[in-house]
C-alpha cells in the first residue's frame, strides 16, 4: 500500500524543480512513495529534465496551463496513498521531513493537514508558514499594517499568528499550499481544491473546508523545508497584487456571509488600490531613478556648459535662448539616454562600457538630426560636441558614485566564494562558475570530511573559513552534505552580506536566492545567453530593423528568393512578433528542443539548410545548444547573409 503521494505542480521552474525531486528523491528512503509531477505547459526543457534524471516521477503534460488548484487536482485524483502532500517545486525538503510528518500524523488521528516550518534562501523564517483564518477583522489588520507594528499581540499579530512561537507545535486556522500534508480521508470528505482559485487562496480555502469537515491543521517546527518564494511571481508587481487580494475576495464570498463579505470586499477593493498604488511607484521608481538621476546630472551640467561656451563664442553675459534650454537641450538628453537604454546601459549589474556604447550613439543621431533640421533650429554642432563629452563623464561618475555607496546593480561583481563539498564535486561546481559569465576573486573548497561528524562544531568551523577569506557566497554541494545540515547552517551562519546557493548533484545549475521578493538566482553554464533581457531586445530590433529594411528593398530583393510569397509572409511574421528571423534548428525526432531556453521559432535556423538532411538529431540539439549558449546579434546576421536566398522557405 502506498502511504505517501507527493504531487508537484511545475510550471517553467526547471532548476529548482531538478533540485527539488532530488530532495524528495533522498527523503522518501524505505517509505512506500509515488511521486506525481504536473506540468502546466512549461517551455524551458523541464518535461525533459524530469523525464531522463527522475524516471520513476508519474508526469503529467497539460497542453495549456489550468493553473495550480485544477493541476493538483489531476494528481490528486490519480493518487494512491493514504496521506497526499502538496508541494512546490521551488522548495528543498530534509531528509527526514517524510518521516517525521507521517509519523505525526499517524499518531493524531484528529490532524487533516500538518505544516512545516519554511524558510528563504537565506535561512530566514517565513511567517506563512502559520495563519490564521483571514476574517474582515484579520484582513484590515494586515491591510492597513496594525500587524506588522504590532506582531507579538495576540488581536494585532492573527495574521501570521506572529505571537506564537516558531519553534512550538500549534493548532493553526491556515496552512500554506507550498508544503501541506493531507489526509487523504480529510481531503474525500472536505473535497478537491477549488478550481475557482487558479493560483493564491486555495490553501486558506482547504484548509478551512478541512476544519470545516471535523479535522484539525497543525504547524509542525520539528522539520524544515527551503521554499525559494517568488519564482512564479514577482510579489512586488501589480499582477501579484490583484490575483493575491482577488483569491481572498473569492474566500469571502464562499465562505461568509453576505453582510461579511461585502466588508471584506470592500477592504479588498482597498487592498488593491493601496498595495497596487504602492507596486506602481515601486517599480516606477525602481526602474526610473536612475534615468531621472542622468537626467538631472546632465542637464545641471550641459546648463553650465552652455554658459560658458556662449560667453566664450559671443560675448560676456550671452547665453541660449529659453527655447533651446527648455525644448532642444531636453531633447538631446532623452536622444541620449534612449541609446543608453537600447545598448543595455541600464541593465543590471549596470556595464559602464555600455552607458558610453549608448552615449556615443546619441551624439551619431543627434548629428545626423542637426544637419536635417531648418537653420532657425540649429544652434551649435560644437556645443553637441562639447556636450556630448560631458553625457559620458556624467554617466561614468553618476554609476562610479553609486558603485562607492554599494548601491543595489553596483556592487562589486566579483565573489569571493566558498565551496562546501567534497573534492570531486567541488571541482565540478568550480568548471561550471568557470563556464559562466560571473566574475569570481577566490574560490575556496571546504571538505566536510575534514570537519568529522556533522554537528554543531562544523558548521562553526564554517564560519571561520568564511572570516579568514572574506567570503560573500557560499555554495553546499548538495551531493554530499545533507539537507538538515545545509539548513541548520544557512539558519545559523550571520550572513547581512552573504549569500547562500545549492549546487544539485549532475546539474547545470547552481540554485539560491537570498530575498522572498526576488526570484531565486542561478548560476547556469550559460545556455540561456539567448534569454537575457539584453540579447532578447537586440535580437529584436534586428529582427524589426532587418524585416523593415527587407519590406522597403522588396521591388529589388524579391527577385533573388526562391519562394518569393514566402518571404512576403515570413517579413509581415517577423514584423507582427510571430517569427524571427533566425530560431532553433527542428529535430525530427519527435520535433523537440530538450533544455533549451524559449525563442521565437525561426525563418532560418543555426544549421544551414543543405547540411540539415545529414545531420543527427544529436549534431542538431549540439548546435541549437551552443548557439543559445553563445548568442550574438553578428550570429543572426551571418546567418541571413548565408541563407538571403532561403528568406521565403
Known amino acids: 500500500m502506498v502511504k505517501l503521494s507527493v504531487i508537484i505542480v511545475n510550471y517553467n521552474v526547471q532548476h529548482f524543480l531538478e533540485h527539488c525531486l532530488y530532495s524528495v528523491r533522498k527523503a522518501v528512503k524505505e517509505l512506500p512513495v509515488e511521486i506525481h509531477v504536473v506540468d502546466n505547459a512549461s517551455v524551458d526543457g523541464s518535461l525533459e529534465m524530469v523525464r531522463e534524471k527522475f524516471p520513476e516521477v508519474k508526469l503529467i503534460e497539460n497542453a495549456k496551463n489550468v493553473g495550480f488548484s485544477a493541476a493538483n487536482n489531476q494528481a490528486i485524483k490519480l493518487a494512491k496513498g493514504e496521506y497526499v502532500l502538496l508541494l512546490n517545486p521551488d522548495t528543498v ?35 506563512e508558514s502559520k495563519r490564521a483564518l483571514p476574517t474582515p477583522e484579520v484582513a484590515f489588520y494586515k491591510v492597513f499594517g496594525l500587524s ?42 472536505a473535497g478537491l481544491l477549488d478550481e475557482g482559485f487558479f493560483m493564491y487562496g486555495e490553501d486558506i480555502d ?3 473546508r478541512i476544519t470545516q469537515a471535523g479535522f484539525k491543521n497543525y504547524y509542525y517546527p520539528e522539520t524544515r523545508i527551503i521554499h525559494y518564494k517568488g519564482e512564479s511571481t514577482k510579489k512586488s508587481s501589480v499582477n501579484y ?19 461579511n463579505a461585502r466588508l471584506f470586499s470592500f477592504l479588498i477593493n482597498m487592498a488593491i488600490f493601496i498595495r497596487a498604488s504602492i507596486a506602481i511607484v515601486h517599480r516606477f521608481v525602481k526602474r526610473a531613478a536612475l534615468p531621472i538621476a542622468d537626467f538631472l546630472f546632465i542637464y545641471a551640467g550641459y546648463y553650465f556648459i552652455s554658459l560658458f561656451y556662449a560667453n566664450f563664442k559671443f560675448s560676456p553675459h ?9 525644448f532642444i537641450l531636453p531633447l538631446y538628453i532623452i536622444i541620449w539616454l534612449l541609446c543608453v537604454l537600447l545598448s543595455g546601459g541600464y541593465d543590471r549589474p549596470m556595464k559602464g562600457w555600455k552607458a558610453v ?24 554642432r560644437a ?19 553609486l558603485r562607492l555607496l554599494k548601491a543595489n ?45 556533522y554537528n554543531v562544531n562544523v558548521v562553526d568551523s564554517w564560519k571561520e573559513r568564511m572570516t579568514v577569506y572574506n567570503i560573500n557566497e557560499v555554495i553546499f554541494c548538495a551531493k554530499d552534505l545533507s539537507s538538515h545540515l545545509i539548513m541548520d547552517a544557512m539558519s545559523s551562519i550571520p550572513h547581512p552580506e552573504l549569500e547562500f546557493k545549492i549546487a544539485p548533484p549532475e546539474s547545470w545549475a547552481v540554485i539560491g536566492s537570498n530575498s522572498i521578493h526576488t526570484s531565486g538566482k542561478l548560476y547556469v553554464i550559460d545556455v540561456h545567453a539567448i534569454n537575457t533581457t539584453p540579447n532578447i531586445r537586440s535580437k529584436r530590433m534586428l529582427d524589426l530593423s532587418s524585416a523593415f529594411l527587407l519590406l522597403v528593398l522588396s521591388p529589388i530583393l524579391v527577385w533573388f528568393q526562391k519562394h518569393p510569397l514566402g518571404y512576403f509572409a515570413n517579413i509581415i511574421s517577423v514584423i507582427v512578433g510571430k517569427k524571427s528571423w533566425v530560431g532553433y534548428a527542428h529535430i525530427k525526432v519527435g520535433n523537440k528542443l530538450p533544455r533549451l531556453p524559449h525563442i521565437k521559432p525561426g525563418v532560418l535556423s543555426p544549421v544551414t539548410i543543405t547540411d540539415m538532411a545529414d545531420a543527427t538529431p544529436e549534431t542538431i540539439n549540439s548546435i541549437n545548444a551552443i548557439y543559445a549558449r553563445d548568442y550574438r546579434v553578428l550570429t543572426d546576421l551571418s546567418i541571413i547573409w548565408k541563407n538571403f536566398r532561403s528568406l521565403g522557405i
Open 357 to 380: 556604447r549608448g552615449a556615443l550613439s546619441g551624439t551619431a543621431i543627434i548629428l545626423i538630426l542637426y544637419a536635417l533640421l531648418p537653420e532657425e533650429y540649429r544652434f551649435s
Open 241 to 259: 497584487v490583484i490575483i493575491f487580494y482577488n483569491a481572498m475576495r473569492i474566500f469571502a464570498e464562499k465562505h461568509f456571509s453576505r453582510k
Open 383 to 401: 556645443l553637441i560636441l562639447i556636450g556630448s563629452v560631458w553625457v559620458i563623464i556624467s554617466l561614468i561618475l553618476l554609476r562610479q558614485m
Open 206 to 208: 482547504i484548509s478551512y
Open 409 to 453: 546593480g553596483f556592487k562589486k561583481d566579483s565573489l569571493r566564494i566558498l565551496i562546501i563539498g567534497k573534492e570531486e564535486e567541488c571541482k565540478r561546481v568550480h568548471s561550471l562558475l568557470d563556464q559562466t559569465q560571473i566574475k569570481i576573486e577566490i574560490v575556496q573548497y571546504l571538505s566536510p570530511q575534514e570537519q568529522g561528524s
Open 148 to 189: 506588522a507594528v504590532f506582531p507579538k499581540s495576540k488581536r494585532f499579530g492573527k495574521y501570521h499568528l506572529t505571537y506564537l512561537p516558531v519553534d512550538e507545535i500549534n493548532e493553526v486556522d491556515v496552512l500554506s499550499g507550498a508544503c501541506m500534508l493531507l489526509r487523504k480521508a480529510a481531503l474525500d470528505k
Open 93 to 127: 525538503v530534509e531528509e527526514e521531513t517524510f518521516t517525521k510528518m507521517i509519523a505525526f500524523m499517524d499518531a493524531h488521528p484528529e490532524a487533516g493537514a500538518l505544516g512545516v516550518k519554511m524558510i528563504d534562501g537565506s535561512g530566514n523564517f517565513l511567517a
Open 318 to 326: 550671452s547665453s541660449y535662448s529659453g527655447y533651446f534650454m527648455l
